[in-house]
Nanobody
Framework: QVQLVESGGGEVQAGGSLRLSCVAS????????MGWYRQDPGKQRELVAR???????NYADSAKGRFTISRDNAKNTVYLQMNSLKPEDTRVYYC???????????WGQGTQVTVSS
């Protein structure tokens, strides 16, 4: 079992920055990929960025050049630095972890990001 706890959401004006954090606990050595997804109510959750234990990253086109994902394996934490935020970035953001081997997924409870114009 893996537990994920997000923090760092909030409200910011367009052009501003936020940093999201997600701390993992439980079977942390089983975690390979960690990432961030976001979701509008009634819509499918979409990938923002993800990073493997080895540091390989993958970004959605909407995040490239503005968002940076990083990971501190010693602290079991993944970060999402979001710069140049736009109103269309307003969503609930979810932390995700995928295990080695069985690819089982775990999700955090979500954190709201609101960007005002």
């Amino acid at each position: 079992q893996v537990q994920l706890v997000e923090s760092g959401g909030g409200e910011v004006q367009a052009g501003g920055s936020l940093r999201l954090s997600c701390v993992a606990s439980g079977s942390i050595f089983s975690i390979n990929t960690m990432g961030w997804y976001r979701q509008d109510p009634g819509k499918q959750r979409e990938l923002v960025a993800r990073i493997t234990r080895g540091g390989s990253t993958n970004y959605a086109d909407s995040a490239k050049g503005r968002f940076t994902i990083s990971r501190d394996n010693a602290k079991n934490t993944v970060y999402l630095q979001m710069n140049s935020l736009k109103p269309e970035d307003t969503r609930v953001y979810y932390c995700n972890a995928i295990l080695y081997g069985n690819y089982r997924e775990y999700w955090g409870q979500g954190t709201q990001v609101t960007v005002s114009s």
